[in-house]
């Protein structure tokens, strides 16, 4: 019988809704429960492309005495950190601060107050390697809390007094300058890896925040170094088994210094960042690779990610069928010789295995290898090698498909609203403008209301219970300015400013400048989540810090440019110490102090050649952070286009930039030039 996740619209709740294991939803009266019942709560944290977390629930929630065991002496509470940040945020700093690590699936015990007093991450079904099994756990807590109540309670009480004195050290409230940001500079330079691109050794993350802004402190400073890293980084996880050799996308990272070997789930939040990293490298350099990439991975996230409503589903599972029904990670993307030979032929085989890295031995488990493109001399035939990945693609069609989350998470899609419409406005593929406005209808239609607040989530055409966090707002404001500068419709900035309105209103300490992670009339949790760091995606904090400051270049808002500045205070003194975690915010930075650039491109039409082609020219300039408006000279949409008239009754293009004004040019090498960083 279904337990009380049936009803539920987290994919990954989902997957637990026929466990014997009695779930609760995390809710109030999840812990009224546990209160009534005097019982601890067993807190779970997943999602439903985790690896282990699936190992877990085979091993122990679909493990009938264990479920019992479970049900007998605890209320447990089942909860999806992407549906949930929040809450995910809030107990990961207790596992963090208490053993030194973290990860998921996350297993936490709580008092009936939410208050956390023991913690783990994975649990064996048997002890293992000094680790108990997760009977052992059950059994010592529940010893623990019979016998030792107050010792667990004042355990939970001191943790969350630790917890709300680690506030965060927020510096001054002036933004980063040139000194911070050349020595986040030289701090990278040190931990860069010269041999294989990327940053630190194994497991390495595709470092997508880092790298766009290397690629705007090349463009303002001309730094070469940073350039260098950039081009090097991109190219070396472009041609690693981390990167989809036949259909495109990335997978999550890799778990070798060489990125050879990935972890194979593929989330929308990575192939929206590192598609947008790759159409910006290709703006600063031209490199066929990137271009390649950028489309490659646009074209991923629309044909496997799109769901029927609009918008685009959470991620891609890491395991899958390997034909024989056991759920195996990679198996959808590894190829064995044999393998190849079936497919191809023997000829075709051995051209194939050399283009791709296949061999006898295997890079990946059991003989099989993950394509890859290694470096190497000569060329192959580009026509047969079309022809090859043609055919292995649809081979591989026919194998049992990675699950999908199906759910619409509001912060990813405004990440990959940004990178589609971006990627399609620089190589003229207005079908992936039209992809990135069609999920921003989607999030207007089914995730704003009245007031212009977020859901999180929706799934199938329903939207989630949960409230945006400021990820979400921050995002999707993001998404709609680059829409709004890509289609020249102003109702995206109009959106967007709803958007920052509640960042203003709800999210932002007056007092110090610094943000809260959820609103100030969210639900109280045991703490407020606050973290400006980078983790997988921009934190929250500076990716707002970085759509205030553009919507401020496109309306002259001094209240948006000064919240803004006030949130890179975090910046300056995390910066210089650890610009790996906080990449968003030096970009965001190198924006400020280019300016940003306002650019308006007045036109009689968007569809005469003119103005189509001082409008391309200005969003393919390099200078960081720039804004960019377009529309005719009567036009009331973008407030950057008043009072711009035509040129001897020609399209222009106006520049402004710290309350300087260029001279209007028509000339778009003119403009290219003066938007070149």
């Known amino acids: 019988m279904p337990n009380r996740l049936a009803h539920e619209t987290s994919p990954y709740l989902l997957q637990h809704a026929d466990n014997p294991v009695d779930w609760w939803p995390w809710s109030a009266e999840t812990f009224e429960e546990a209160r009534k019942r005097n019982v601890p709560v067993l807190l779970s944290i997943g999602y439903s492309s985790c690896h282990w977390c699936h190992v877990m629930a085979h091993e122990s929630f679909e493990d009938q005495e264990t479920a019992e065991y479970l049900n007998a002496h605890y209320v447990s509470v089942k909860v999806d950190r992407e549906e949930r940040p929040d809450v995910d945020a809030v107990y990961m700093e207790a596992v963090q601060a208490a053993t030194g690590q973290g990860g998921w699936p996350m297993t936490v015990f709580l008092t009936a107050d939410a208050e956390p007093f023991y913690f783990g991450t994975y649990f064996p079904p048997a002890p293992r390697q000094g680790m108990p099994s997760f009977r052992q756990v059950l059994q010592g807590v529940h010893q623990a809390w019979d016998e030792r109540r107050d010792e667990v309670t004042e355990v939970a009480g001191k943790i969350v007094r630790d917890l709300a004195g680690r506030e965060i050290s927020y510096g001054d409230a002036r933004t980063p300058g040139e000194e911070e940001l050349a020595q986040a500079l030289l701090g990278l330079t040190r931990e860069y890896d010269p041999q294989r691109g990327g940053f630190g050794g194994a497991p390495k993350f595709p470092p997508s925040m880092v790298l766009e802004f290397l690629l705007r402190h090349h463009a303002r400073t001309g730094a070469e170094g940073a350039l ?49 990293v790759y159409a910006h490298l290709w703006r600063s350099t031209g490199s066929e690779l990137a271009r390649r990439v950028a489309l490659e991975t646009a074209d991923f996230m629309v044909r496997e990610l799109r769901t029927s409503e609009g918008g685009f589903a959470s991620a891609l599972d890491a395991d899958s069928d390997d034909g024989t029904g056991k759920h195996v990670e990679g198996a959808y993307y590894v190829w064995t010789p044999g393998q190849l030979r079936e497919v191809l032929g023997e000829e075709d085989a051995e051209l194939a295995a050399r283009h791709f890295g296949v061999t006898e031995e295997g890079t990946f488990e059991e003989g099989a290898s993950v394509l890859q493109l290694p470096v190497r001399d000569g060329v192959s035939d580009a ?295």
């Not at 939207?463 to 995206?492: C, I, M, Q």
């Not at 803004?564 to 930075?589: H, M, Q, S, T, Y």
């Open 228 to 276: 260098q890293m950039a081009r090097d980084t991109c190219e070396r996880m472009a041609r690693g088994g981390m990167y989809d050799q036949l259909g495109g996308g990335f997978a999550r990272y890799s778990v070798d210094r060489d990125w050879v070997v990935p972890h194979f789930e593929k989330m929308l939040y990575d192939n929206a960042l590192l598609c947008r």
């Open 383 to 677: 026509e047969k090698v079309a022809s090859i990945r043609e055919r292995l693609l649809a081979e591989r069609a026919e194998r049992p498909a990675p699950g999908r989350d199906d759910k619409v998470v509001a912060a990813w899609n405004g990440l990959a609203i940004a990178a589609l419409a971006e990627t399609g406005a620089y190589f003229d593929r207005p079908d992936l403008v039209e992809a990135a406005v069609a999920a921003a209808d989607l999030l207007v239609r089914l995730h704003l209301d009245e007031q212009a607040r977020l859901t999180r989530t929706s799934k199938d055409g329903h939207a989630g219970a949960n409230a945006g966090v400021l990820e979400d707002y921050a995002d999707v404001a993001e998404g709609f300015l680059a829409l709004a500068s890509v289609t020249g419709e102003g109702v995206w900035l109009e959106f967007a400013g709803f958007l920052l309105d509640h960042v203003l209103a709800r999210f932002t300490d007056p007092e110090s400048g610094s943000l809260y992670d959820t609103a100030a009339d969210a639900e109280r949790l045991i703490r407020r989540p606050q973290d400006p760091t980078d983790n997988a995606a921009p934190s929250g904090w500076t990716a707002a810090a970085g759509a205030l400051l553009s919507y401020a270049a496109h309306t002259g808002s001094e209240p948006h440019r000064t919240a803004a500045e006030r949130a890179l205070g975090v910046v300056k003194a995390l910066g210089p110490r650890v610009p790996r975690f906080i990449g968003w915010g030096l970009a965001v930075a190198e924006a400020v102090l280019d300016g940003p650039r306002e650019v308006a491109i007045v036109g009689p039409a968007l569809d005469e050649e003119g103005t189509r082609t001082l409008h391309r020219t200005a969003l393919l300039g390099t200078a960081p952070g720039a804004v960019v408006a377009v529309g005719s000279p009567e036009s009331d949409e973008f407030p950057l286009l008043a009072d711009r008239p035509l040129v001897g009754g020609e399209p222009a293009a106006y520049v402004c930039r710290n309350f300087t004004c260029d001279a209007p040019t028509t000339e778009p090498d003119r403009l290219r030039t003066v938007l070149s960083g």
